[in-house]
Structure formats: structure tokens, C-alpha cells
Nanobody, 115 residues
Framework: QAQVVESGGGLVQPGGSLRLSCAAS????????MGWYRQAPGKERDLVAN???????NYADSVKGRFTISRDNVKNAVYLQMNSLKPEDTAVYYC?????????WGQGSLVTVSP
């Protein structure tokens, strides 16, 4: 069964940094994109950043210049380095992988930015 597993969330002060990790495993093949969405309380789930393999890397305007997404092809993993964090970055962050069999989502990692 295809799955993605996230790690790295937590509590950080404004201006701090966190790194999220996401690894795909199981019956997952021909991945064509991986990335991160986030959902704050009472809001919709929005794209944060993704990598479309062989094509492009995309970021939400609100995180450009602060967040960096990267990938490890060997490990089928993606990482989200988050710097200069702001209270408005507080949300549950969901990793996803788009592959030949469909889309699989992670369980979510809570990121809280607070003094």
C-alpha cells in the first residue's frame, strides 16, 4: 500500500526555522510530483510548495524567499526547509505524492509559530 510519512513539525518562535521531511514508501511508483499543503484552523488547505518532476518547483507567494523545497530521488523523499517563520505560518502541514496510481496524503504535521 502506498503511503507518505511526515516528520519534523513542532513549536518554534517567530523568526525561527523548522525542517519538515516526507518519505514515500510501499506500492508507490512513477512519482511525478511531491509537495506540501497546509491548513490553518478555519481555513482551506492551500499549496505551500511542490516539485513537479522534470518540470518546475512552485511556491505560494506567502512563503517565497523563506521556504525551500528539495528532494532526494533515492529515498523518494522531499524536504521543506522553513526559515523566518511567522505566526501566520501556523498550520497543519500535509505532504502528498502524485504517482501513477493516484494521490496519497500524509497524516499531517502540526507547525506552531508562537512567542
Amino acid at each position: 500500500q502506498a503511503q507518505v510519512v511526515e516528520s519534523g513539525g513542532g513549536l518554534v518562535q517567530p523568526g525561527g526555522s523548522l525542517r519538515l521531511s516526507c518519505a514515500a514508501s510501499g506500492s508507490i511508483f512513477s512519482i511525478n510530483a511531491m509537495g506540501w499543503y497546509r491548513q490553518a484552523p478555519g481555513k482551506e488547505r492551500d499549496l505551500v510548495a511542490n516539485i513537479i518532476y522534470g518540470s518546475s518547483t512552485n511556491y505560494a507567494d506567502s512563503v517565497k524567499g523563506r521556504f525551500t523545497i528539495s528532494r532526494d530521488n533515492v529515498k523518494n523523499a522531499v524536504y521543506l526547509q522553513m526559515n523566518s517563520l511567522k505566526p501566520e505560518d501556523t498550520a497543519v502541514y500535509y505532504c502528498y505524492a502524485n504517482y501513477r496510481g493516484g494521490i496519497v496524503w500524509g497524516q499531517g504535521s502540526l507547525v506552531t509559530v508562537s512567542p
